[in-house]
C-alpha cells in the first residue's frame, strides 16, 4: 500500500497527510524517507479520533479520500464515518 501512495506522490497524483499518533506516524514517514513538508503530519489519539479527522477531511472538501494505514478496519473507520 505505501509504494502506491510514494508513487502517486511522486507523479503528482496525490498529496497526502498522515494523521495519528505523532510517534506512530513520525515512524512511517522516516521508513518512507518523505521529508515532512512532502507527507505532513496531523497530530491525532487514539486510532478512532485519526479515522473521525479523516472522514471529516473529506466531508468539508478538503480531502479526496481517506486511506486506510495502521488501524483496526472494521471498528475505526466505522465509527469515522459515524457509526458504532
Known amino acids: ?4 501512495v510514494v508513487g502517486a506522490n511522486d507523479a503528482g497524483l496525490i498529496e497526502p497527510a498522515l494523521l495519528g499518533p505523532r510517534a ?3 515512524s512511517v514517514r522516516q521508513q518512507l524517507g518523505r521529508p515532512r513538508n512532502r507527507f505532513p503530519i ?3 489519539a487514539p486510532a478512532s479520533a485519526s479515522c473521525e479527522a ?3 477531511l473529506v466531508l ?3 480531502a479526496a479520500a481517506p486511506v486506510k494505514g495502521w488501524m483496526h478496519p472494521a471498528v475505526n473507520m466505522l ?3 459515524g457509526y458504532g
Open 42 to 44: 496531523m497530530e491525532l
Open 79 to 81: 465509527k469515522g464515518m
Open 60 to 62: 468539508e472538501g478538503k
Open 24 to 26: 506512530q506516524v513520525e
Open 54 to 56: 479523516g472522514v471529516q
Open 1 to 4: 500500500m505505501w509504494a502506491g
